[in-house]
């Protein structure tokens, strides 16, 4: 494979399918990287969205299914799949959550579930779901990317989503004030009056640094693993299209080992936005005096 068509190769398969304003001020789909620079911020991903939206109805209707057919006798394989999971989940939160609230755990599970199943998206081939796509349209130069969790728009959305259940919770627990206390008061005090003044700029740099720190590293640190696992594999992709039986041979065995290791990586992304988002929760939760 030449350098110039692998490197199309590669700008293809990490290119998603946007729709917005085009330059003759219609809308439509974008046809060139640029093209969907070009549209600016009303410019939509209709791959991220759809696979989300689609991966998300799927794990509703799983787990409602289970829940139709729950029995106290011999459960099925659905019923315990889901058993185990909300354990884990329910475990997950009793350990890292020492506050009350009726939402922690549901949305704990919804974001393990939900964030697994867009990550699993990328242990397909990279080529399946583009061609369908491709297939479908009729158009073979349609970019179509799978891994929703590879998106920023994606991860930054749920991390912000997040962000503002802290935010709420920790006004409603905490009151206003003494929210804004938490944000100017720490860790810099003083019995002095006049001092802890001149310490509230300092308190609350450091403060609002460390609040919208949370959903910034939430997000980034998901999109990263899983974009560099996306690379990975659609590098692999490239050895197949050399035209050398050998790196042909290669790349099949990296792709099973990377696959291998990657379902690790899958797992252990899930788990960790989970459970910062229940310790974030929780922290929004401690009544500080």
């Known amino acids: 494979m030449a350098a110039e068509t692998a490197s199309g190769y590669i700008q293809h398969h990490l290119q998603n399918l946007t729709f917005g304003q085009l330059p003759t001020g219609g809308w439509g789909f974008a046809h060139t990287a640029a ?3 070009a549209m600016g911020f009303w410019a939509f991903h209709v791959d991220t969205l759809g696979w989300s939206v689609a ?3 799927i794990f509703v ?12 006798g011999v459960p099925g394989a659905l019923q315990n799949f889901v058993e185990v999971m909300v354990e884990f989940v329910d475990s997950a939160v009793k350990d890292s959550f020492h506050g009350r609230s009726p939402v922690v755990a549901p949305l704990a599970l919804t974001v393990f579930v939900w964030v697994f199943m ?15 796509a491709a297939a479908i349209s009729g158009n073979h130069e349609i970019p179509f990317r799978a891994v929703s969790t590879t998106d920023p728009n994606a991860t930054l959305a749920m ?4 962000f503002a259940l802290i935010i709420f919770y920790s006004i409603k627990i905490k009151g206003l004030g003494g929210f804004i206390g938490e944000l100017t008061l720490h860790p810099f005090g003083s019995k002095n009056i006049f001092l802890q003044a001149l310490l509230i700029p300092v308190n609350f740099l450091l403060e609002f640094v460390t609040l919208i720190a949370k959903p910034i590293s ?7 693993n899983m974009y560099a696992g996306e690379l990975v594999f659609i590098l692999i992709a490239v050895m197949f299209g050399s035209g050398l039986l050998w790196l ?8 099973w080992a990377w696959a291998v290791f990657h379902i690790l990586i899958i797992t252990l992304q899930a788990f960790i936005f989970m459970i910062l988002t229940i310790i974030y929760l929780s922290m929004a939760h401690e009544e500080n005096h």
Do not use: Y
């Open 35 to 37: 093209e969907a620079k």
């Open 55 to 57: 991966l998300g109805l």
């Open 61 to 72: 209707l799983l787990f409602r299914m289970a829940a139709k057919k729950a029995t106290s």
């Open 118 to 132: 867009m990550n699993a998206i990328d242990l397909v081939p990279v080529d399946w779901i583009p061609q369908l």
């Open 159 to 162: 991390a912000f989503s997040v």
């Open 218 to 224: 939430l997000a980034l640190r998901l999109f990263g």
């Open 248 to 255: 042909g041979g290669l790349g099949i065995v990296l792709q």
